[in-house]
């Protein structure tokens, strides 16, 4: 009896929850940005976009490039964030073939970085080369090539990053590919000579390198061509010369990129932060943040870059279908070579 006076008051209850209206999920206000340790934007730049668009936007920093895009590989279709930025053409395919990318390219692009790169956005470029103690070298020549590292007096001087988890460290790998007649046992040479092998660029330039705003002992480090102008526009004096300088010589040209993450919990933000980088506000931020060239043509470029980093005048310049091809297997072979 009790079962059955029990029945119509079920019967109305459910008929009250078919006909209670959905509470609809409030849109996202936040954009994630997942990115390099290097990363850096003015915050009035961010400031603007909010403005712009009512997104805020907050940054994770994962370490370097090549540890970023292992992450996002482990994490592909339930990302961390919803936009990747600072892949660069060495790990680009890695990242696309894990799966990391929605398909979007922002309008606006320089036309040939843009094709080079379909699905993703070339945001700024560089290159990568080796920079040297200026101080250390006041009274014997520094090395005038990668292949001078191997001579006896350049012994225990030069600290280089891991190519596997590091994005200077495998353009840096991929020039000596490129360049080197024998590049394997090049690399044979280069360790015999005492060369330090770190994970990523930030421990390499300012904990070991002597130069500059390094605390290390070794006046020869991998690091980017724009360095030395960094080390003016940071130093105390801006009218004291650049403490480091650049080896014009085996450079990697090195591409930077922004993707929409799949999976991204708001794709629309993502996208439209991506399109907000190629703007006239964000380009002119890049130098002076990053130290790396906006891809924009007339962006704004600090006085310091023309001086003590004008681009270099021969760079390596890889294919991303050749990176692709052989990137693991000289990882591998590198790994085996320095007992990594």
Excluded at 9 to 23: D, F, G, Q, Y
Excluded at 60 to 68: F, H, R
Excluded at 176 to 201: F, H, I, M
């Amino acid at each position: 009896m009790k079962k059955l006076l029990l029945l119509p008051l079920v019967a109305a209850l459910a008929a009250c929850s078919s006909t209670a209206p959905e509470i609809e999920s409030s849109p996202p206000t936040e954009v994630v940005l997942v990115t390099h340790d290097s990363f850096s934007v003015s915050k009035k730049v961010l400031r603007e976009f909010s403005e712009q668009t009512g997104y805020e936007v907050t940054i994770v920093q994962n370490g370097d490039t090549g540890q970023v895009v292992n992450s996002a590989i482990l994490s592909a279709g339930v990302p961390q964030g919803d936009v990747l930025f600072g892949v660069d053409n060495t790990f680009l395919s890695r990242a696309q073939e894990g799966g990391v990318f929605e398909d979007y390219q922002a309008a606006g692009a320089p036309e040939q970085l843009a094709q080079a790169a379909p699905g993703v956005t070339p945001i700024d470029t560089g290159a990568v080369c080796l920079n040297y103690d200026r101080e250390y070298f006041a009274d014997s020549p520094p090395p005038a090539t990668p292949a001078d590292l191997v001579k006896p007096q350049y012994k225990d001087l030069t600290v280089v990053q891991n190519p596997a988890t590091s994005s200077p460290g495998l353009a840096f790998l991929l020039s000596t590919v490129s360049r080197q007649p024998d590049w394997q046992t090049y690399w044979e040479q280069l360790k015999a000579n005492g060369v330090k092998v770190v994970d990523g660029w930030e421990n390499a330039y300012y904990q070991q390198f002597s130069g500059g705003s390094g605390e290390g002992t070794r006046p020869i480090v991998v690091s980017y061509s724009t360095s030395p102008a960094a080390e003016v526009m940071f130093s105390e004096d801006p009218e004291a010369p650049a403490p480091t300088a650049n080896v014009d010589s085996d450079c990697f040209q090195q591409v930077e990129y922004a993707g929409v993450l799949a999976g991204a919990r708001n794709p629309e933000g993502a996208r439209a932060f991506i399109d907000y980088m190629l703007s006239a506000t964000f380009q002119d931020d890049i130098a002076e943040q990053m130290f790396v060239y906006p891809v924009v043509p007339d962006a704004a470029v600090p006085p310091a870059f023309e001086e003590y980093s004008a681009p270099p005048t021969d760079p390596v310049v890889m294919a991303p279908e050749q990176i692709a091809a052989g990137r693991e297997e000289w990882i591998d072979e590198w790994s085996a070579i320095m007992g990594q």
